[in-house]
């Protein structure tokens, strides 16, 4: 009994018939169904099923501590940003100041084009710093929170690379670097542009990585309200004044983007992240993010698939001295249900295979997806839990002589 399921590159090893093994692991924590999916389990009620319906038409709620993804809506649609986009300037700043190539007390030029395209002549977001003023990258922090200010976003861009599009670039570069794969940056303020996109699942992981990565700074996204220039303002995130627990993160409106917002919020040790894009005022904003987090605290609950260490699955190798190795998560796998709900979980191995010799311990090979119903609930990479070296001539031989059969009956089948 392996995991093998289906075999070949760019297949997926599936949970089911063909991966009992993992299927039992699964089973021994959530509960096999009669069907070979997951079930729930006696602690969980099989009844009202777990609905949210949303107006707002890019969504995405989620739990960082699990990467449990709680609802979903368009949530791989490119879409702008606006100000939204300077959460990316923020990590950039904060990943330079952590490698040493940037201070707090470093200041930074506010330029007549930074002045006249940002600040108080733009009539836009800005935190109304003086022009050719020296401002502290502490204090143009805080203005990019606060006051979502434009003039602080572009005075960083210009004094780290020269001007928009270049710095556009290196955000874009520093994105990719920290996983987020389908969002791209023309420049640090998030201002409409047409190669300015992003998903909301990216900004997601965006707010979880600066969660995670800065606890130092994350604080700043609490801050109520800025004083500069003998000016000051509150803060816009409307869910810091709710009573959700809301310590983060960021708002943006255009008017083709719609309103957005990017909110983190804590109860009972437990945090969710909310993002949404494309609301039509301010109000269906704050309203739909306050709903959506009030029933992810509400409604959900924590299961542990497998403990820290434990067996997740065994995928095929390709001339290895064992035909399989066993994988494991980077931890205590964990998911979150919806408390009452009559959704089955179904799971699978997705990896490249087979897998050739020889594997280290560690090794990346593959991920573990969990759905719930048809909303993928998880997504957790998987890595060899031992060496496996190169086997024998005769042993590859073999398998080479098993993956040209099993080529030959694919490409056939294929064809049909």
């Not at 280290?360 to 609930?377: H, M, N, W």
Request: proline fraction near 4%; aromatic fraction near 6%.
């Amino acid at each position: 009994m392996r995991t093998t399921g289906q075999r070949g590159r760019g297949r997926t090893a599936l949970f089911g018939l063909a991966a009992l093994l993992a299927i039992g692991a699964l089973t021994a924590a959530v509960g096999l169904g009669s069907d070979g999916g997951l079930a729930a389990t006696p602690g969980m009620t099989a009844g009202k099923k777990a609905e949210f319906q949303t107006s707002v038409p890019n969504v995405i709620l989620l739990d960082p501590g699990s990467d449990s993804i709680l609802f979903e809506k368009n949530a791989d649609q490119p879409v702008e940003p606006a100000s939204l986009a300077k959460l990316m300037t923020l990590e950039f700043v904060f990943h330079q100041i952590k490698e040493g190539k940037l201070k707090l007390t470093d200041q930074f030029t506010i330029s007549e084009n930074a002045w006249r395209k940002g600040g108080a002549p733009s009539h836009g977001s800005t935190m109304f710093a003086a022009i050719h003023s020296q401002v502290s990258v502490d204090d143009l922090i805080r203005g990019i929170i606060v006051d979502s200010a434009n003039d602080a976003c572009m005075a960083i861009a210009e004094g780290l690379a020269g001007n928009e599009a270049a710095f556009g670039q290196m955000l874009t570069k520093r994105a990719r670097a920290i996983g987020l794969e389908h969002s791209k940056f023309t420049n640090s303020t998030g201002y409409s542009d047409p190669g300015l996109r992003v998903t909301v699942r990216d900004l997601a992981e965006l707010a979880r990585y600066i969660i995670k990565t800065y606890p130092d700074f994350y604080g700043y996204f609490g801050q109520r309200d800025f004083t500069w220039n003998k000016i000051n303002q509150q803060n816009r995130n409307p869910l810091l004044g709710m009573g959700l627990g809301a310590d983060g993160l960021k708002t943006g409106e255009t008017a083709e983007a719609g309103f957005g917002l990017i909110g983190s919020a804590v109860q009972d040790e437990l945090r969710l992240i909310v993002v949404l894009v494309g609301a039509k005022s301010d109000k269906e904003r704050a309203e739909e993010a306050r709903k959506l987090l009030e029933w992810g605290f509400r409604d959900f609950e924590t299961r542990v698939l497998f403990a820290k260490g434990q067996t997740v699955g065994e995928v095929k190798v390709f001339g290895g001295a064992n035909s399989y190795v066993p994988l494991v998560g980077p931890g205590m796998v964990r998911v979150m249900l919806p408390r009452d709900s009559d959704e089955r979980l179904s799971a699978r191995i997705v990896y490249t295979g087979p897998v050739p010799a020889p594997v280290v311990k560690g090794q990346p090979i593959g991920k573990l997806e969990v759905r719930r119903g048809d909303s993928l609930a998880l997504e957790v990479p998987l890595r060899a839990a031992e060496d496996d070296g190169r086997g024998s001539m005769s042993k590859r031989a073999m398998d080479a002589v098993t993956e040209l059969m099993i080529g030959l009956f694919r490409a056939g089948v294929d064809r049909l």
